[in-house]
């Protein structure tokens, strides 16, 4: 599968992957690539049913994978992963494969597992249609984070929200993401921890309800890897604090030098 994908930088700099998370699309990534464009070479593709990337019939986590390791290939020398959310996981699972193995890995805001009520409800959204709207603002007002609890500002979501969505051809408005994509299967972050050898950071948003500060640090014990904390985030990362998250990202690259 050939993804979409959008770069920031130099080729010829240090390549680093940003990979977004569920539902989302690679336009996550505007705020932090201005903070790193100058350094490295950024690489963020939209995953497969996300964004304008392809829809696919399997949304598993070895298809993210290996789409990703399709992707490293074409890249000149080692290269990094950054992922949010179900980024990091898809990182994590490129990681554990050892295909094409990046050279380091940060996890941003991650689910730790998968609660079976919580797997049920989204198999169940993945079997409905999304709506459809009049208007790209009737479609962009509607839009909502989740979980919903952010910081971020309201012109970032209304930027995010406006590439969410397609025209069809009788005018109306529909989201580009397909919603088969929920259905995803069981998350082992601890499983998959213990089989990757690559240099890690772990980072947690500290008003996360997603990734629970145990998890973090068992995560951080399992991998030998680092633990940070995300001061004025709630998970949306890459939209509640680019900077921030920019820096950190830049010292991760800086400690492998």
């Known amino acids: 599968m050939e993804m979409h994908y959008r770069s920031w930088g130099d080729p010829k700099k240090p390549t ?13 990534w505007k705020w932090v690539a201005p903070y790193l464009e100058k350094e490295f070479y950024l690489v963020a593709p939209d995953l497969r049913g996300h964004g304008l990337s392809p829809w696919a019939d399997s949304y598993r986590f070895e298809d993210y994978a290996m789409d990703i390791e399709k992707l490293a290939r074409t890249f000149e020398g080692p290269y990094a992963i950054v992922g949010h959310s179900m980024g990091g996981y898809v990182g994590l699972k490129v990681a554990s494969r050892g295909v094409c193995p990046p050279s380091a890995l ?10 079976d009520e919580e797997l049920a409800g989204l198999h169940k959204a993945a079997q409905k249609s999304g709506r459809t709207y009049e208007t790209l603002q ?3 007002v509607q839009y909502k984070l989740l979980p919903p609890k952010h910081t971020a500002p309201m012109d970032r979501i209304e930027e995010i929200a406006k590439e969410c969505y397609r025209q069809l051809e009788d005018g109306h408005w529909r ?3 397909d919603r088969r994509a929920l259905a995803i299967e069981k998350v082992e972050s601890i499983k998959l ?4 050898s690559c240099p890690t950071w772990i980072v947690r948003a500290n008003e996360s309800v997603v990734m629970p500060a145990e998890g973090a640090e068992e995560l951080t014990r ?6 940070q904390e995300m ?3 709630c998970h949306h990362l890459p939209l509640e604090v680019p900077e921030a998250f920019a820096t950190l990202i830049r010292s991760f690259m800086a400690k492998l030098r």
Do not use: Y
């Open 16 to 28: 680093i992957l940003l990979l977004h998370a569920l539902a989302c699309h690679n336009g996550w």
């Open 106 to 115: 940060m996890i941003a805001d991650m689910k730790i597992d998968s609660p």
């Open 138 to 140: 009737d479609a962009v």
């Open 175 to 177: 989201e580009r993401f």
């Open 193 to 196: 921890s213990s089989q990757i």
């Open 222 to 227: 399992i991998t030998n890897g680092q633990l």
């Open 231 to 233: 001061e004025g985030a």
